[in-house]
C-alpha cells in the first residue's frame, strides 16, 4: 500500500510562485507516472501535468511554460514548481501515482489549497 502525502499549497498573490510536493511512502515499483490534478470550486478535477518514471513530462495547455513537474527518485517525491501565479490556478491540487505494468494501481493524495489572491 502507498500514501501519497502532499504540501507546500498556501496563499499568495498572483504574479507568484508556490513549490508543490508529493511524497510517496512505500515501494513505487519500476513502472510509474506520477501526475497533478486540481479542483476549483464547482469544477471538475482536471489534470495538470504528469511526469513518468522515464522522465518525460506533459502539462495542461495553460499552464505550459509557468508550472514545472519534477521527481527526486531517492526521496519517492514528486514536486510542482508553479510561477506567475494567476487567480484561475486557485484550486485544491492533487498527486496521483499510477503504478505498475500489466496491472496498474492509482493511488491519490488528500490534497493542498492554493488560493492565488491579492
Known amino acids: 500500500q502507498v500514501q501519497l502525502v502532499e504540501s507546500g499549497g498556501g496563499l499568495v498573490q498572483p504574479g507568484g510562485s508556490l513549490r508543490l510536493s508529493c511524497a510517496a511512502s512505500?515501494?513505487?515499483?519500476?513502472?510509474?507516472?506520477m501526475h497533478w490534478y486540481r479542483q476549483a470550486p464547482g469544477k471538475q478535477r482536471e489534470w495538470v501535468a504528469s511526469?513518468?518514471?522515464?522522465?518525460?513530462?506533459n502539462y495542461l495547455d495553460s499552464v505550459k511554460g509557468r508550472f514545472t513537474i519534477s521527481k527526486d527518485n531517492a526521496k519517492n517525491t514528486v514536486y510542482l514548481q508553479m510561477n506567475s501565479l494567476n487567480p484561475e490556478d486557485t484550486a485544491v491540487y492533487y498527486c496521483?501515482?499510477?503504478?505498475?505494468?500489466?496491472?496498474?494501481?492509482?493511488?491519490w493524495g488528500q490534497g493542498t489549497q492554493v488560493t492565488v489572491s491579492s
Open positions: 512505500g515501494s513505487v515499483g519500476r513502472f510509474f507516472s
Open positions: 511526469i513518468t518514471n522515464g522522465d518525460f513530462t
Open positions: 496521483k501515482l499510477r503504478t505498475g505494468l500489466t496491472t496498474v494501481t492509482e493511488y
